[in-house]
């Protein structure tokens, strides 16, 4: 922020300070705040059930997406690999925004980002759930051709949130412990967005981040509307951000002093 203050001359530069400052905090709030809002949702019943009978009301079938899964074990490997590229997608791309000049598309993809935390936060803190791999009660020798990712990595933390045998979240690796919404799928359609700014990037995010919304399911242990809510989310925000936006530019520009001009008097 001094340095955009000081050095208007070179917004490019600001832009890019500013993003690699932002990175590392979106990641300690992806990790660090899920288990305080796991330990604030103590007393809350898990609403997996109601989640499950969602997907059910979509004709979505989880279990035999495993099994499918476990069939096809190229295809899982490689949906993997389009999963976890949401970490380094998330470090390139306001990156690449700030260093081509697209400094309103950064703007608005850094707003929406933080609404889409709040939001998934807040959602989380009431609806708390442990995701399909728990539910189900899955087992790993069900699925001897395949690894998921997330299975049930997160349910002994949200568990030691709760029932205060987590006392210290500073020791714990930053695991994605939030089920609905899923904020995997809100970060592929952030992405998907912030990547049609840039012209030669358009259509290769576009279906990279489609990709890793349909694996979202199977290697995020999310039921279907876990996905669908993530993805509501993350579309929201960006129209929520670009309002904000336009309304903070308009205050800004009212609330500049225009200088007074002198006319000389008359004779």
Do not use: C
Request: net charge positive.
């Amino acid at each position: 922020m001094f340095y955009s203050r000081l050095a208007r001359h070179r917004p490019r530069m600001a832009s890019l300070y500013f993003t690699v400052a932002l990175v590392p905090f979106s990641a300690l709030a992806f990790g660090d705040l899920g288990h305080v809002v796991s330990y604030l949702s103590r007393s809350q019943p898990f609403w997996d059930d109601l989640l499950a009978r969602g997907d059910k009301a979509l004709g979505f079938d989880w279990v035999a997406m495993l099994q499918w899964a476990n069939d096809h074990p190229v295809v899982t490997a490689l949906a993997y690999g389009i999963y976890m590229s949401a970490g380094f997608q998330s470090i390139m791309a306001p990156i690449l925004l700030a260093g081509l000049g697209r400094y309103r598309a950064l703007q608005v993809s850094t707003v929406a980002l933080l609404l889409t935390l709040i939001v998934t936060y807040g959602i989380a803190w009431v609806l708390p759930a442990l995701g399909t791999y728990e539910f189900y009660g899955i087992d790993p020798s069900q699925h001897p051709n395949i690894a998921v990712r997330v299975a049930s990595l997160h349910v002994p933390e949200i568990m030691g949130m709760r029932d205060g045998s987590i006392l210290n979240i500073s020791r714990l690796a930053p695991t994605g412990l939030i089920t609905f919404p899923s904020f995997h799928a809100a970060n592929a359609v952030l992405l998907a967005w912030a990547l049609w700014q840039v012209p030669y990037l358009r259509y290769p995010g576009l279906v990279l981040n489609g990709l890793m919304l349909l694996a979202t399911p199977l290697h995020g242990s999310h039921f279907l509307v876990d996905v669908m809510a993530g993805a509501l989310n993350a579309g929201m925000a960006i129209a929520a951000a670009s309002i904000l936006l336009k309304a903070a530019q308009r205050l800004w520009h009212q609330s500049v002093l225009i200088p007074h001009i002198h006319r000389p008097a008359e004779i």
